[in-house]
């Protein structure tokens, strides 16, 4: 792996995050039907400071839950299957607008799993997309409602999210596969 | 992802597995208290479930772990079988390959049959128990069920009391709780051991253990797998064995009693500790067990066949 470009440090991630918040409650008109979902693991995080940020902007509280899609992913079977995390969704999101965060959207299989994994919750008024980085290359016809960065990318780039929360620090960086 | 693609002993499972398998469970757990309680992940699989030998607990386990998973599981049955009519094993076994199986959960009486089965396929089989020798996922559910009350496993201290040597549980168990560190102790009569048992701790009546131990481990007396005469009377058992509320009295705080099931009431356990309400309760986790088995046993088909 070499690293190729810095693209988001601390400060700018703290920046997109707010602006994303922002965001959400400008569209939604307020606070009052939003939950929030994180994929595991760096979407759970993001979820979690936006959340924060609403509840500090807004006075109330906000909820928020974490998925594991790995028992809804398409290609089980053909991977080495990665081990379990925990989902834990202890609210009900019938009728309410779920926003579901993720660190990069790519392909768009994990969003296509995840619809499905929300589904079997119950049936909210509104799914909506939030992703730190939109690197392209999509293989569904899924898109984001929120992006934090567009980040054009070749299929032999990886982009590397890193959260403080589960990896020490905030930063964001293309690294060449090798 | 398991390193072995079939179950059929205790002994053969690595350290790597098991952590594997027990990790996974809580997420499967989480399914079981869903509303919608099914994934995916398994579908358009095909899991058989062989039983040659009564079972509630362990037949519908499997069955509801597979469902749970979206796979498609047959039950098959014996008694209404082909092999009534005289079919051996073995070709039972080759007409259900030929229809495509992916998996085999199978139970037999007799020790090895398994063993003798899983050579005989070329899909995955699970040991749901054989005969005196082997019960590899009630062992794993046990040790999921100890992980979920200590938070560990090293250096706790457990008391497996009865007939040890009919019980493909204690086979099993004693296995898994030796491998993760576990101080192990065999509360049995010499009639119920093994010929060489001078590796083991024994001790011959629960009164012994059961101020000390973290984890009372009551095995289910093997009526039907006693060929020689039964224990010499049930008072005399009741005097050594039984677990009786004076016993559980006795037993420190945070321990627990378990049991595979299903239970002898009146012999392994009394009527009164089974029914019993209040702080003694918390301490019997036999329905807890049964409630991770399913998890377990989700774990175990999808880390085998997703």
């Given at each position: 792996?070499?690293?190729?470009?810095?693209?988001?440090?601390?400060?700018?991630?703290?920046?997109?995050?707010?602006?994303?918040?922002?965001?959400?409650?400008?569209?939604?008109?307020?606070?009052?039907?939003?939950?929030?979902?994180?994929?595991?693991?760096?979407?759970?995080?993001?979820?979690?400071?936006?959340?924060?940020?609403?509840?500090?902007?807004?006075?109330?509280?906000?909820?928020?839950?974490?998925?594991?899609?790995?028992?809804?992913?398409?290609?089980?079977?053909?991977?080495?299957?990665?081990?379990?995390?925990?989902?834990?969704?202890?609210?009900?999101?019938?009728?309410?607008?779920?926003?579901?965060?993720?660190?990069?959207?790519?392909?768009?299989?994990?969003?296509?799993?995840?619809?499905?994994?929300?589904?079997?919750?119950?049936?909210?008024?509104?799914?909506?997309?939030?992703?730190?980085?939109?690197?392209?290359?999509?293989?569904?016809?899924?898109?984001a409602d929120y992006v934090g960065k567009n980040l054009p990318t070749s299929l032999n780039e990886a982009v590397e999210v890193k959260l403080k929360e589960t990896d020490g620090l905030d930063s964001v960086t293309v690294v060449e596969k090798g | 992802?398991?390193?072995?693609?079939?179950?059929?002993?205790?002994?053969?499972?690595?350290?790597?597995?098991?952590?594997?398998?027990?990790?996974?469970?809580?997420?499967?757990?989480?399914?079981?208290?869903?509303?919608?309680?099914?994934?995916?992940?398994?579908?358009?699989?095909?899991?058989?479930?062989?039983?040659?030998?009564?079972?509630?607990?362990?037949?519908?386990?499997f069955e509801i772990a597979a469902k749970r998973l979206s796979a498609d599981i047959i039950n098959f049955s014996p008694s209404t079988s082909s092999l009534k009519k005289g079919e051996s094993i073995i070709d039972t076994l080759k007409t259900i390959f030929s229809m495509k199986v992916d998996l085999i959960v199978i139970r037999h009486s007799d020790s090895g049959t398994v063993k003798m089965v899983d050579r005989f396929v070329d899909i995955p089989v699970i040991n749901a128990g054989d005969g005196k020798y082997q019960h590899p996922t009630q062992a794993l559910l046990d040790l999921y069920t100890i992980k979920k009350r200590f938070g560990k496993f090293e250096g706790l201290k457990v008391a497996i009391?009865?007939?040890?040597?009919?019980?493909?549980?204690a086979r099993s168990d004693m296995n898994l709780f030796e491998k993760m560190g576990m101080d192990v102790t065999i509360v049995s009569p010499t009639m119920f051991l093994p010929e060489d048992f001078s590796a083991?701790?024994?001790?011959?009546?629960?009164?012994?253990?059961?101020?000390?131990?973290d984890i009372v481990y009551m095995l289910r007396m093997q009526f039907e797998r006693q060929d020689r005469k039964f224990y010499p009377s049930v008072m005399e058992y009741n005097r050594f064995l039984t677990l009786n509320m004076d016993r559980l009295g006795k037993m420190k705080p945070g321990s627990i009693v378990m049991h595979p099931g299903p239970v002898n009431r009146g012999i392994e356990i009394t009527d009164e500790v089974m029914d019993t309400s209040g702080e003694l309760a918390e301490k019997i986790v036999i329905e807890e067990q049964v409630t991770f088995g399913v998890a377990v046993r989700m774990a175990i088909l999808y880390l085998i066949l997703g």
């Open positions: 792996m070499i690293e190729k470009a810095y693209i988001l440090n601390e400060d700018d991630i703290d920046r997109v995050v707010r602006r994303i918040s922002h965001e959400i409650l400008e569209r939604n008109k307020g606070p009052e039907s939003l939950v929030f979902i994180g994929i595991q693991k760096r979407g759970v995080p993001l979820a979690d400071r936006i959340a924060k940020n609403i509840e500090k902007f807004e006075g109330t509280e906000i909820k928020a839950g974490k998925l594991d899609i790995t028992f809804y992913r398409d290609d089980i079977g053909q991977n080495i299957k990665p081990n379990a995390r925990i989902t834990d969704i202890s609210f009900d999101i019938e009728g309410k607008n779920v926003i579901l965060v993720d660190d990069v959207l790519y392909t768009g299989r994990t969003v296509r799993a995840a619809l499905d994994a929300i589904i079997d919750f119950g049936r909210p008024k509104s799914i909506q997309l939030v992703v730190l980085i939109d690197r392209g290359h999509r293989e569904l016809p899924i898109r | 992802m398991l390193n072995k693609k079939s179950i059929l002993d205790a002994d053969s499972l690595s350290l790597e597995d098991i952590k594997l398998i027990l990790s996974n469970a809580d997420s499967f757990l989480e399914i079981s208290r869903r509303d919608v309680k099914k994934v995916p992940t398994l579908r358009g699989k095909t899991v058989i479930n062989l039983f040659f030998e009564p079972s509630t607990r362990t037949k519908t386990s009391v009865g007939d040890f040597l009919d019980s493909r549980v083991m701790k024994v001790k011959h009546c629960i009164g012994d253990v059961i101020e000390d131990a």
